[in-house]
């Protein structure tokens, strides 16, 4: 049973932190929809509008399935919570959101999965291959990391914030993959374009087959033509209809 002050989260943010929750607790959701979840072990983070030092992120031990916009822990640069909650948050799974917000200041979303194909694509030395539509996105805005092992040492955060540069799309070598945006709309975008690039390059390698590989020329071209086809919305193009088959299906990360 939550207490008092959990439950009335609502009514003690504002209206910006709590639509940031409605769609940080949405993005959750949606992983799950989509099958890309790993029980409780990835996370998704956003900043707290008109904060610094504030991020919102999973509580340790629920389903993505289970998040709401409520059950959100709010927490400090140092991972400590500085809201009533009854949870408790992944230290391994902060260490790598803290070390992006706090050196991108444009990185309000930050979304870090350990998809089976993502996974996959990290653990090949050439990584993501120009062989599709899909990972021309991704390969004009991508970085990678080394793998250092579970992500508890605060000394890795240096190394990830300078291979991480001003890239909005990163693989975490033999780990995963992490969008970050700055909106919950813009990183879960880019990381279903990153997602499925990778699902296509496992599916094409394992026909055996050599790739064709697309031209350098059209990948260099790739962010306009984005920008043309999402008529320059971004992730805004497709989320709200995202919320709407959410609330189709199950309203209840809205509370």
Not at 25 to 31: G, K, N, P, T, V
Not at 83 to 88: C, E, I, K
Not at 205 to 217: D, K, N, Y
Request: hydrophobic content about 45%.
């Amino acid at each position: 049973m939550q207490n008092e002050s959990v439950s009335n989260v609502r009514e003690n943010v504002t209206e910006a932190e709590w639509k940031m929750r409605v769609d940080l607790a949405a993005c959750y959701r949606l992983i799950a929809m989509y099958g890309w979840d790993d029980l409780v072990f990835t996370h998704i983070s956003a900043r707290v509008p008109d904060t610094e030092d504030a991020f919102l992120i999973n509580p340790y031990g629920l389903l993505f399935e289970e998040i709401t916009a409520s059950n959100l822990v709010k927490v400090n640069q140092a991972g400590e919570k500085i809201s009533p909650s009854d949870y408790d948050i992944n230290p391994a799974g902060f260490t790598i959101h803290s070390a992006v917000h706090g050196a991108r200041h444009d990185a309000h979303c930050v979304l870090h999965l350990h998809t089976g194909d993502g996974v996959a694509v990290s653990a090949q030395e050439q990584g993501l291959l120009p062989i599709s539509q899909q990972s021309l996105f991704p390969l004009s805005n991508l970085a990678y990391h080394d793998y250092e092992g579970i992500a508890l040492n605060p000394e890795e955060k240096v190394r990830l914030v300078a291979d991480l540069g001003d890239a909005n799309f990163m693989i975490l070598r033999n780990h995963g993959l992490l969008t970050c945006a700055s909106s919950v709309a813009d990183a879960f975008l880019f990381m279903y374009i990153m997602q499925k690039a990778c699902e296509v390059q496992i599916k094409a390698q394992s026909g055996g087959a050599t790739l064709t590989q697309i031209p350098a020329q059209i990948l260099a071209g790739i962010q306009a033509a984005s920008a043309q086809v999402t008529k320059g919305a971004g992730g805004d193009i497709a989320w709200p209809a995202l919320l709407r088959k959410l609330r189709r299906t199950d309203s209840s990360f809205e509370e």
